[in-house]
């Protein structure tokens, strides 16, 4: 089948498509007019790359995701592990969030939001990074 077909199944744009297969996450073969052509394979691999992109897997953790599918003999423990590598990277980014929304809910709640020109807001961004 056709890159088209391939995006129309999968829901990735081609685009996509074609940087997986820049990168050699998926390896379409070539029918004899040089066109990609995909197979079922493909389609599987393809969709399962964009699952575990949604996950917020980067690419270097697809690609051994990948490798661990394809493994028959892996340990589940190694894809656990990832995951819960994953987990604890995704609690450190929801604790820094909280946090900015903890900073910008206070200096929000200071701010007058009147006509006059001072601004807590404004004077804290100003202040630029805390050196150390």
């Not at 493909?42 to 690419?59: M, P, T, Y």
């Amino acid at each position: 089948m056709n890159i088209g077909e391939v995006a129309e199944r999968t829901g990735l744009p081609a685009k996509t498509i074609r940087y997986y297969e820049d990168i050699d996450l998926v390896r379409p073969a070539r029918a004899p007019n040089g066109y990609r052509d995909y197979g079922e394979d493909d389609v599987h691999r393809l969709a399962f790359l964009q699952r575990a992109r949604g996950l917020g897997f980067s690419i270097e953790e697809c690609r051994l995701l990948l490798s661990l599918y394809q493994d028959k003999d892996r340990a589940s423990a190694d894809v656990k592990a990832l995951a819960l590598d994953k987990i604890t990277e995704i609690d450190r980014k929801l604790a820094e969030l909280q946090s900015l929304r903890t900073t910008l809910k206070r200096l929000a709640d200071t701010c007058h939001g009147d006509d006059r020109p001072e601004c807590p807001i404004i004077d804290e961004i100003a202040k630029g990074p805390t050196l150390q």
